[in-house]
């Protein structure tokens, strides 16, 4: 859980307005010329002066997504132009890394634009802080939203123009399983699915999948039947039990459908089930071959087997006619 | 390549898809983009500085990424589609000897302002590095 006093450190920041970010330089040929060389954007409306005059922009424009361009820094960092603000429109992170959230990973770049940007323009931006999250939990570990929108603006004699905005969110997070810098490789390797801890309850669960049945738990003693595995019943506290294969006939109890942040390999959105078995019992599991739109809570399904990284066996679920 | 002639908005239809585009991941496109947008942090042109932070080799910064949204888009809609929006959501790095395939299709179509919205994947390796929407205004 976050400190409380965190959250509210934080939160008395939102809605905060931070300073003026110039740009070193006015909207220039050769820059939009360097950028659409290597982005491979061949539009003439930035490029070409006697097209762009024969276009509903009578005159060169610069490419949208140069839009933060304009105002970066450059090669040192924090080396903004005379004028600029020295607030920092990030301070509510340093609030987290004080709290030990360290990583930062950003989720969402979102440009809308007001206009077009026209050759020869200077701009600057100012920001807001716009919000920030309760504390979540992700894949990728747990922490905070925050959300900044910075607003830029054409300079004019007679009166500065806006000319589009950028929503820009983070995520501020301890990692979920901090490790060491992981070994250093020549080339990206395909991340593969985390494999299960095995143990000496478990472990039939997993050899079934392998073979393509769904084993489910029995106590021996009352023939109560139990999901996720455990040492004991918890009916009769008996130690003794054996296994039943399920039929995989089983009823779709609840959902959730994964969307963000996105973890290779899954694929996205990743719809997984709360599954009864028609023998009773309720497990975890992912679903195949559904309509996100169309699941429906008492859904049938059927169980199929599907094997991963050529290592890992497990039961998916998929919709069937009732 | 974009095409010399812009799309009218009546010619889109809902659910049309864009021409995919594969755009190979290289060392020149990541350290090229990261200079091209003024982004000099270590990890775009550094290799060495990129594994240091526990990536295998640099990686393309986002505003790289955005301008390949537009490219793909832009392909499609021609010249003087007036960009309003360029939404995307994060996900698998891009790194060199990838490769990073678009796809995406019309999801809206506002006949009043002549928008149309594109909605947009592009997908490497490991999943998709980005996902988002595009809305641009036709003749
Ligand atoms: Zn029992």
């Known amino acids: 859980m976050a400190d409380p006093q965190l959250l509210s450190d934080a939160r008395a920041l939102v809605g905060r307005q931070y300073g003026r970010v110039y740009a070193w330089d006015e909207v220039n040929a050769p820059m939009v010329r360097q950028w659409c060389e290597i982005m491979g954007v061949d539009n003439p409306v930035y490029t070409d002066p006697a097209f762009a005059l024969g276009t509903r922009h009578e005159g060169l424009i610069a490419p949208p997504g140069m839009l933060q361009v304009w105002t970066m820094e450059g090669l040192h960092a924090n080396n903004y132009p005379p004028g600029s603000t020295d607030e920092n429109p990030y301070e509510v992170l340093k609030i987290m890394e004080a709290h030990g959230y360290l990583s930062t990973v950003a989720v969402n770049s979102e440009l809308t634009f007001t206009r077009p940007v026209r050759m020869g323009e200077k701009l600057y931006y100012t920001t807001r802080l716009d919000s920030v999250s309760d504390e979540k939990a992700t894949a990728l570990g747990t922490g905070f939203f925050v959300t900044l929108v910075m607003s830029h603006f054409a300079e004019k004699a007679s009166g500065d123009e806006p000319v589009g905005e950028l929503l820009f969110r983070v995520f501020k997070f301890r990692p979920a399983n901090a490790q060491a810098p992981a070994k250093v490789e020549a080339a990206p390797a395909k991340p593969k699915r985390p494999l299960p801890g095995v143990s000496d309850d478990t472990r039939f669960f997993w050899e079934g999948c392998e073979k393509g049945q769904l084993l489910i738990q029995r106590c021996t003693a009352c023939q109560t039947l139990r999901h996720p595995p455990a040492p004991v019943c918890i009916e009769c506290h008996s130690f003794d039990w054996d296994t039943v294969q399920a039929s995989g006939r089983a009823a779709l109890y609840s959902f959730v459908v994964m969307h963000y942040p996105e973890v290779p390999p899954f694929d996205y959105p990743n719809p997984i089930g709360l599954i009864e078995l028609e023998e009773g019992v309720r497990l975890i599991a992912g679903l195949v071959g559904v309509d996100r739109e169309q699941l429906q809570i008492g859904q049938r399904l059927q169980v199929e087997f599907q094997t991963f990284d050529d290592q890992q066996t497990l039961p998916m679920f998929r919709p069937v006619d009732a | ?139």
């Open chain 2, 1 to 139: 390549m974009t095409s010399k002639n812009t799309k009218r908005f009546e010619d889109v239809r809902p659910g049309e898809a864009l021409p995919e585009l594969a755009v190979p991941v290289t060392v020149t496109l990541i350290n090229g983009g990261a200079i091209a947008t003024r982004d000099y942090f270590p990890g775009h042109h550094d290799a060495d500085a990129a594994r240091a932070l526990g990536s295998p080799h640099v990686f393309m910064n986002i505003l790289t990424t955005n301008g390949l949204v537009q490219r793909f888009v832009e392909q499609w809609a021609g010249p003087e589609a007036v960009f309003r929006s360029l939404k995307i959501k994060l996900g698998a790095p891009n790194y060199p000897g990838d490769c990073m395939t678009f796809s995406g299709s019309v999801t809206q179509l506002d006949a009043d302002t002549r928008t149309v919205e594109i909605t947009l994947g592009g997908k490497n390796s490991m999943g998709n590095h980005v996902t988002g929407t595009v809305a641009v205004v036709l003749p």
